[in-house]
Every structure is written in structure tokens, then in C-alpha cells.
């Protein structure tokens, strides 16, 4: 090996590892659901719960406060759940008003409900991103 080419070895290793080496290993490969579809789902199980207390009270003359009684056998709201939804529901004493709160690591969305009249409904953007955004309300 010439001279030369030994003093920028080094240089030349430092370069290497600079270009090749060091972005592969601090590559983070992200796998499972998009923002986007995190803030889909999350909306979705919502608007089923919202459904759900709905039905529920049709059936039964007043709201449930167990997620429980929500859930089906084959429920799509399950699904949703399973991504790590967080879900607190709370029914007032004669059980005629529900409160719901669906929070994600993307959105956070609350609805309250007296009888059919939707009284609240909020949502909070907690990490933004393409396709991430609250829904209209009332839908």
C-alpha cells in the first residue's frame, strides 16, 4: 500500500462508517399502523360506542357504564380497542346521560350524550400528521 494512501485510511474508514454503518443501525423501521389509520380507528371506535350506549339504552330504558355490555362476539369495536385504545366511560345516576373519552397515542375525543341530544363532543390532535384530523362534529 502506498504511503500516501495510509495516512487517509482512516479518513476514509471514518467516511465509510459515516455513510453506511451508522445509518443502519439507527434506522427505526416503524411497522404496524399509520397516524393516519390510528386516528381512523380511534374515531371509529367512538362513533361505535356512542352506537353501542344508543342501542343499549333503546334496549334496556337507560345507558351502561360497563364497555362490556358494548362488545359483540365478532365486534368491530374490539378490533379498534386492540390497537391500545384507552376508553372511560361514566353514566349519571338514573342513567339517562353518558360521557365517553377515547384517547390514542394520536387523537383524544370526547362525547357526552342526554338522551338522543348530544350535548359535548371534543377532540384533540395529540400528534399531527398526514391524515390525522378531528372529525366534523356530529358525525
Known amino acids: 500500500m502506498p504511503p500516501q494512501f495510509r495516512r487517509y ?7 465509510f462508517l459515516g455513510l453506511f454503518i451508522l445509518p443502519r443501525l439507527i434506522h427505526r423501521h416503524t411497522s404496524g399502523l399509520s397516524k393516519s389509520e390510528k386516528a381512523t380507528r380511534t374515531v371509529d371506535a ?4 356512542d352506537a ?20 359483540s362476539a365478532k365486534s368491530k369495536l374490539a378490533d379498534d380497542l386492540a390497537i391500545g385504545l384507552g376508553v372511560q366511560l361514566d353514566v349519571s345516576s338514573d342513567g339517562q346521560t353518558f360521557y365517553a373519552q377515547v384517547a390514542g397515542d394520536v387523537l383524544s375525543l370526547v362525547r357526552a350524550r342526554a338522551g338522543r341530544r348530544l350535548n359535548a363532543e371534543s377532540c384533540v390532535i395529540l400528534k399531527s400528521g398526514s391524515g390525522v384530523h378531528c372529525p366534523t362534529p356530529g358525525s
Request: avoid cysteine; aromatic fraction near 6%; glycine fraction near 10%.
Open 9 to 15: 485510511l482512516p479518513l476514509i474508514a471514518i467516511v
Open 46 to 49: 367512538m362513533n361505535l360506542i
Open 52 to 71: 353501542g350506549e344508543q342501542r343499549f339504552r333503546a334496549a334496556h330504558g337507560r345507558f351502561t357504564g360497563h364497555l362490556a355490555d358494548l362488545l
